[in-house]
């Protein structure tokens, strides 16, 4: 499976911006889905994730209520709104695709991995 992240870029304080990522080689219709974020000096950590057929969704504690998870397993891509940014959303966005079906927040549950995508939130 290759994933390809699109959709970073700059945005002011309260815009938005949305992330997409799309599958090829094969489909992940029948993976969970996940965003994390990186930012420089800081670790890993989980934005949102989406079981596979989008029944549950679940959101990192900084983001909730801000940002949107969703799929679309006919187009074989994972979509993330997201909603008044902020200056510590400043990050590089990284999509993946899980080893089950099964939501998850930990990356080790994840085996396939996009080259991630540039958000950057001015004040």
């Known amino acids: 499976v290759q994933l390809q992240a699109c959709g970073g870029g700059l945005v002011q304080t309260g815009g938005s911006l949305r992330l997409s990522c799309a599958a090829s080689?094969?489909?992940?219709?029948?993976?969970?889905v996940g965003w994390f974020r990186q930012a420089p000096g800081k670790e890993r950590e989980i934005v949102a994730a989406i079981d596979w057929n989008g029944g549950s969704t679940t959101y990192g504690d900084s983001v909730k209520g801000r940002f949107t998870i969703s799929r679309d397993r006919s187009k074989n891509t994972v979509h993330l709104q997201m909603d008044s940014l902020k200056p510590e959303d400043t990050a590089v966005y990284y999509c993946?695709?899980?080893?089950?079906?099964?939501?998850?927040?930990?990356?080790?549950?994840?085996?396939?991995w996009g080259q991630g995508t540039q958000v950057t939130v001015s004040s």
């Open positions: 080689r094969r489909t992940i219709s029948n993976n969970a």
């Open positions: 993946a695709a899980g080893r089950g079906s099964a939501i998850s927040t930990r990356a080790a549950s994840y085996a396939y």
